[in-house]
Nanobody, 126 residues
Framework: VQLQASGGGLVQAGGSLRLSCADS????????IGWFRQTPEKEREFVSA????????SSADNVKGRFTISRDGAKNTVYLQMANLQPEDTAVYYC????????????????????WGQGTQVTVSS
């Protein structure tokens, strides 16, 4: 699995960004693809995830209504559309692929994922 996360940047509060997670190894098919974020002050935090087969999703409460996860089968890419960004969303965002098929209730567990991308920085200014 070769994950490539991109799309981070600097944005003002209230702005939007779209993160992308592409897999050149074409291994998304039976897996869950998740987004996590981390700052130096906090532990890694679950953001959102999508199951490739049926597009079932899970999102953290603090991003519901603002972040949308989706996938593009033709491009083998998962997107995280982030709207109404706030300074507390500032973090390095990582995409990850699950060990195998996992249930929705397990999507928020970092230990369910065994492939991690390199991370992309999102900075939201106030």
């Amino acid at each position: 699995v070769q994950l490539q996360a991109s799309g981070g940047g600097l944005v003002q509060a209230g702005g939007s960004l779209r993160l992308s997670c592409a897999d050149s190894g074409r291994t998304f098919r039976d897996r869950v693809i998740g987004w996590f974020r981390q700052t130096p002050e906090k532990e890694r935090e679950f953001v959102s995830a999508i199951r490739w087969t049926d597009r079932a999703t899970s999102s953290a409460d603090n991003v519901k209504g603002r972040f949308t996860i989706s996938r593009d089968g033709a491009k083998n890419t998962v997107y995280l559309q982030m709207a109404n960004l706030q300074p507390e969303d500032t973090a390095v965002y990582y995409c990850a692929v699950s060990r195998g098929r996992i249930i929705i209730s397990a999507m928020n567990r970092a230990e369910a994922y065994n492939y991690w991308g390199q991370g992309t920085q999102v900075t939201v200014s106030s």
